[in-house]
């Protein structure tokens, strides 16, 4: 599986940002999905994962509220829909793949075996 992530730009604060996950080699449609960030100097952190099914999500906490992930397996694609931008949003943003059976989320990047080359969100003040 090959990971695609784009959307990445440069925000004021309180705007939005949508970041897609494009994946190809194979249908990910079984596969749980998740995004993790790293900021200059700190390490990779969970942002959100969703189920092979959509039906559950999970959020670490400084995005609840603000983020969404969802996907379209149709579209073999993953979405993160940010708002309400903050400056410590500012990262590189991956989405990641995990196959494992099982209608689960995963929050560690251990668990997640395919990653995208990342894209660079970027909030100013």
């Known amino acids: 599986v090959q990971l695609q992530a784009s959307g990445g730009g440069l925000v004021q604060a309180g705007g939005p940002l949508r970041l897609s996950c494009v994946a190809s080699?194979?249908?990910?449609?079984?596969?749980?999905m998740g995004w993790f960030r790293q900021a200059p100097g700190k390490e990779r952190e969970f942002v959100a994962a969703i189920t092979w099914s959509g039906r559950s999500t999970y959020y670490t906490d400084s995005v609840k509220g603000r983020f969404t992930i969802s996907r379209d397996n149709a579209k073999n694609t993953v979405y993160l829909q940010m708002n309400s931008l903050k400056p410590e949003d500012t990262a590189v943003y991956y989405c990641?793949?995990?196959?494992?059976?099982?209608?689960?989320?995963?929050?560690?990047?251990?668990?997640?075996?395919?990653w995208g080359q990342g894209t660079q969100v970027t909030v100013s003040s």
């Open positions: 080699g194979r249908s990910i449609s079984t596969y749980a």
């Open positions: 990641a793949a995990n196959s494992r059976s099982g209608n689960y989320v995963y929050t560690g990047a251990h668990e997640y075996s395919y």
